[in-house]
T-cell receptor, first 113, second 111 residues
Framework: NAGVTQTPKFQVLKTGQSMTLQCAQD?????MYWYRQDPGMGLRLIYY???????DKGEVPNGYNVSRLNKREFSLRLESAAPSQTSVYFC????????????FGPGTRLTVT | GIQVEQSPPDLILQEGANSTLRCNFSDSVNNLQWFHQNPWGQLINLFY???GTKQNGRLSATTVATERYSLLYISSSQTTDSGVYFC?????????????FGQGTILTVHP
């Protein structure tokens, strides 16, 4: 099992450019999450998807959109990147059958200049 | 709102020393997890521990839900234990596993 995978690992964007971060899990989990981590801070929830076909805002959703493509995949889109979105982005998944214990991907380091 | 406080914020140890990290949370707990973020940024699951005590090698954790805190014990620390330790908490009544993270404890273990 690969667990949770994310692509790309690194990305540099110019202000105003758009991009999509991809996430996939092979653990048959129902719920998936996107977090961002800024220097010296814990993770903050951007969006989550309780199950296929549903998405909801988390703590810091402004400037982002998400798509739950199917049970395995959950993407995060930046439509018009801003320097304030420079961060490390983590995807995670969990399932009620395991008490919602979350498992994290390796992260994407994004720099917006 | 829901709050998670970790202490100490920084900890420096010599190899072989023991340490205790603390996590206080503001509400009744459904889920509490401890993570280690290694120097490469990877988040590693250490414990899923909404209550009780668990042990895994040199690490153990205890959550006292009624008093709203959790402790992570590291014994005989090694340089590979260095990194940031996060606790993350899901409050009772919070749906779909949404976790709130603490600010982390930065652990440095010197040889």
């Amino acid at each position: 099992n690969a667990g949770v995978t994310q692509t790309p690992k690194f990305q540099v964007l110019k202000t105003g450019q758009s991009m999509t971060l991809q996430c996939a899990q092979d653990m048959n989990h129902n719920s998936m999450y996107w977090y961002r981590q800024d220097p010296g801070m814990g993770l903050r929830l951007i969006y989550y998807s309780a199950s296929e076909g549903t998405t909801d805002k988390g703590e810091v959703p402004n400037g982002y959109n998400v798509s739950r493509l199917n049970k395995r995949e959950f993407s995060l889109r930046l439509e018009s990147a801003a320097p304030s979105q420079t961060s490390v982005y983590f995807c995670a998944s969990s399932d009620v059958t395991r008490g919602y214990e979350q498992y994290f991907g390796p992260g994407t380091r994004l720099t917006v200049t | 709102g829901i709050q998670v406080e970790q202490s100490p914020p920084d900890l420096i140890l010599q190899e072989g020393a023991n340490s205790t990290l603390r996590c206080n949370f503001s509400d009744s707990v459904n889920n509490l997890q401890w993570f280690h973020q290694n120097p490469w940024g990877q988040l590693i699951n250490l414990f899923y521990i909404p209550s009780g005590t668990k042990q895994n090698g040199r690490l153990s954790a205890t959550t006292v839900a009624t008093e709203r805190y959790s402790l992570l014990y590291i014994s005989s620390s090694q340089t590979t234990d260095s990194g940031v330790y996060f606790c993350a908490f899901r409050a009772g009544g919070t749906s779909y596993g949404k976790l709130t993270f603490g600010q982390g404890t930065i652990l440095t273990v010197h040889p």
